[in-house]
């Protein structure tokens, strides 16, 4: 076991509701939420934690987790010889607490019961729905130079994202002197920092939270146990208040990072797996993302023309043509169908002859996309059966609505899971 491996231990925080990623979260967490056609959120920090030679780590949740424990039971296994796991702590009630997680503060403090059975230095604590590949392992050697009582890893952002993040300040040795979170627009002159020169050639001279914590493990119990003891935030609370009193460092990260916190950006981030170069390579040998291994046949394809397109294992595809979309696991695509711009997030099984035959002949749609369809700009969720000759057109023409069988937000239409919309249907 490597020296970071004895030392870190990491949490990942799951979130709350996820509302602002509904309908997404409607009967799943956040960190389960399907990406990339056949990874799941939660897959990526873990991912980026094994790349780093992290293999021990709590996944923190409260919310409709049923799909993350099995996701998590039927992915990552350890060797008998090895100390490492990715284990779920929900949230429970106890009779010295009786609620459930108010903030990520709490969600660690509550935690801490079972973490500190574990031998370990340090706590890395990371969100479970971003999109990146990190080397932590860097940002743990910079913090035991500095030797610091806390690390943020920070990105710089522009004026129009700056007041979504938390923003710091630094001096010359990196510590961060002062911290906002979430600041109005009419005070953000006064948190410019020095950036570096190409991130301010693109406007970028903000220093933002990315929500990436290393804390020594004397500093994280004193400050949740004795120093803020009702403190529910990390980002509000514990941060603003740690600096001056401990040894805060600014860990500044120049490689891609996404905050997936709505419907927008998550759709965003996955068209953009599609570019000829994408920002979040799948393809890098050396930051490989794991996901459970499922035992599915080669994608099958005919008469379809594909451009820049992702195809998953397992899929069936019979469309005209496919561009700029991301097609998951055992996707189902009918003859004369166009998608353009969409992530089809696929299906959780295939059809039996004998059930085409019976959904045929009882006039209901099969599993997956029926034939003649246009899909555009749009979210179709998981075991959706979507008929023949079906319209879906996303785009700012569109108001933001909810629907029995789907959502618009911000001009993108997600159709919900196990949606069935019947031949003719139209969205535009």
């Not at 451009?307 to 189902?332: F, H, M, P, T, Y």
Request: net charge negative; with cysteine.
């Amino acid at each position: 076991m490597s020296t970071i491996s004895k030392s870190v231990l990491a949490v990942i925080l799951g979130g709350g509701a996820g509302s602002r990623l509904f309908p997404l979260t409607v009967s799943r967490s956040k960190p389960a939420v399907p990406i990339a056609g056949k990874y799941r959120l939660v897959d990526i920090p873990i991912s980026n934690c094994i790349n780093s030679h992290i293999n021990r780590m709590f996944v923190l949740t409260q919310f409709n987790s049923a799909s993350l424990n099995k996701h998590i039971k039927n992915t990552y296994h350890f060797s008998a010889f090895s100390s490492g796991f990715v284990d779920i702590l929900a949230a429970e009630q106890t009779p010295d607490n009786p609620g459930w997680f108010q903030g990520t503060a709490d969600a660690v403090r509550q935690s801490l019961r079972h973490i500190s059975n574990l031998d370990f230095d340090y706590i890395l604590i990371l969100s479970g729905d971003q999109l990146y590949q990190m080397d932590f392992s860097e940002m743990w050697q910079a913090h035991i130079a500095k030797g610091a009582d806390i690390s943020i890893a920070t990105i710089p952002v522009d004026r129009r994202d700056a007041p979504e993040f938390g923003i710091l300040k630094t001096n010359d040795e990196n510590l961060i002197t002062s911290f906002i979170e979430k600041p109005s627009p009419d005070v953000l002159p006064d948190w410019t920092s020095d950036t570096g020169a190409a991130m301010q050639a693109v406007g970028k001279n903000y220093l933002a939270s990315m929500g990436i914590y290393i804390f020594s493990k004397k500093a994280l119990y004193h400050l949740l146990n004795e120093v803020h003891p009702n403190a529910t935030d990390f980002g509000k609370e514990i941060m603003p208040q740690a600096i001056g009193s401990y040894k805060v460092v600014s860990f500044q990260y120049d490689g891609y990072w996404t905050d997936i916190g709505n419907i927008y950006s998550f759709f965003e981030a996955n068209i953009g797996l599609t570019d000829d170069v994408p920002q979040f390579n799948l393809f890098d040998n050396t930051k490989t993302v794991y996901s459970r291994a499922r035992m599915l046949p080669p994608a099958k394809i005919s008469g379809t023309r594909l451009n820049k397109s992702i195809i998953a294992e397992g899929s069936i595809i019979l469309a005209d043509a496919i561009e700029q979309s991301v097609v998951g696991i055992r996707a189902r695509i009918g003859s004369g169908t166009t998608i353009c711009n969409a992530y089809i997030m696929g299906n959780d099984y295939y059809e039996t002859l004998e059930q085409i035959h019976e959904n045929t002949a009882a006039g209901k749609p099969l599993i997956g996309i029926g034939e003649r369809c246009i899909i555009e700009s749009a979210i179709i969720d998981k075991n959706c059966r979507i008929g023949n000759d079906v319209i879906i057109k996303g785009g700012k023409h569109l108001a933001n609505t909810d629907h029995p069988l789907y959502a618009v937000k911000d001009g993108i239409v997600v159709v919900k899971k196990m949606a069935i919309l019947p031949d003719g249907f139209v969205v535009e």
